[in-house]
């Protein structure tokens, strides 16, 4: 088919120009004759003139069975050609073939779950949701032998500090806090402290209000992990009785006070050495090294 028409007037390729009417017109009626196409304009132009015959036959490769006024591209069949094209009729295909069959998609069988009157599709358990189930088993396995295996460790060390705490309970050796033996390790003391310091006075340690207090603060403190004025008493063989009461009226006096003022009353001789050896065998190396300071006040002095 041209592109080109013969009419001026008339685009439309399957009109003339009716001088008459002075309109476009159909110039061919279908059907048309088969394996045929009109030609542009029906071959007239606006003068009446003609340049072709009305219809052609059709190409190769096209057809037309009459209905059209034009020649259409023959079919491609996809697998086989049952009948070929011709210029009267369209191309006939052949089925498909057994083997060349589109594959259709396999679905999941499903079977019927009986629960009372209503039937309930199921579908079996999917392959990936036992796969991730198993995956997640072991790290859960794992996380959970560790937090045993640390709760385990908690207890055994709770256990094992409490049955510290329980051997570092002072023990007393009867009623009256008898005084305790034990050496006295004067040698470590004499390293501490010095020569003027040892043979100072008891009554030094009363007199120098720093150095009590510090003392104080340090001894008369009740404590069932290290010793207290409770012992320092009961070295010097203070009755129990006297100890109770001190320590019920310490709100008012130091029961360390009370006791150094009770030595030195009874035992006018004793020196600093006396006291630096009971805290040595008390283990209060801090009151001794507080004792250290009694030098400072001497040398003021």
């Given at each position: ?17 009716d ?41 190769t ?78 790290p ?19 256990k ?8 570092r ?18 040698s470590?003391v ?11 006075p ?18 008369d ?16 063989a ?58 400072t ?5």
């Amino acid at each position: 088919m041209s592109n080109t028409g013969h009419s001026v007037k008339c685009h439309d390729l399957t009109t003339i120009w009716d001088k008459a009417q002075q309109t476009c017109i159909p110039c061919a009626k279908t059907p048309i004759k088969p394996g045929h196409e009109i030609t542009p304009n029906c071959g007239f132009d606006d003068d009446g003139g003609r340049h072709e015959a009305p219809t052609k036959p059709c190409k190769t490769n096209t057809f037309n069975n009459g209905s059209s006024f034009h020649c259409t591209l023959c079919s491609l069949c996809p697998f086989q050609t049952e009948r070929p094209c011709n210029t009267t009729a369209d191309t006939v295909c052949g089925k498909v073939p057994v083997t060349q069959r589109i594959p259709t998609t396999d679905f999941p069988v499903t079977t019927l779950a009986y629960q009372g009157p209503n039937l309930t599709p199921t579908s079996p358990p999917s392959r990936s949701h036992n796969v991730s189930r198993a995956a997640w088993a072991v790290p859960l396995a794992i996380l959970i032998s560790i937090v045993l295996v640390a709760l385990s460790a908690y207890v055994f060390g709770l256990k094992r500090k409490r049955a510290k705490a329980f051997c570092r309970q002072p023990s007393y050796i009867n009623d009256g806090f008898a005084p305790l033996t034990g050496s006295s390790n004067g040698s470590d003391v004499e390293d501490i402290l010095c020569a003027d310091i040892l043979s100072a006075p008891l009554q030094t340690v009363l007199d120098n209000l720093d150095v009590l207090e510090e003392l104080v603060i340090l001894l008369d403190p009740e404590s069932h992990v290290r010793k207290s004025t409770k012992h320092l008493a009961s070295h010097c063989a203070f009755p129990s009785t006297w100890i109770t009461y001190t320590y019920s009226m310490k709100d008012s006096k130091s029961p360390l006070k009370a006791v150094l003022e009770g030595v030195t009353c009874k035992n006018p001789d004793w020196t600093v050495g006396h006291l630096a050896k009971l805290l040595k065998q008390m283990e209060r190396n801090d009151a001794i090294a507080a004792l250290a300071k009694l030098k400072t006040n001497k040398t003021e002095v």
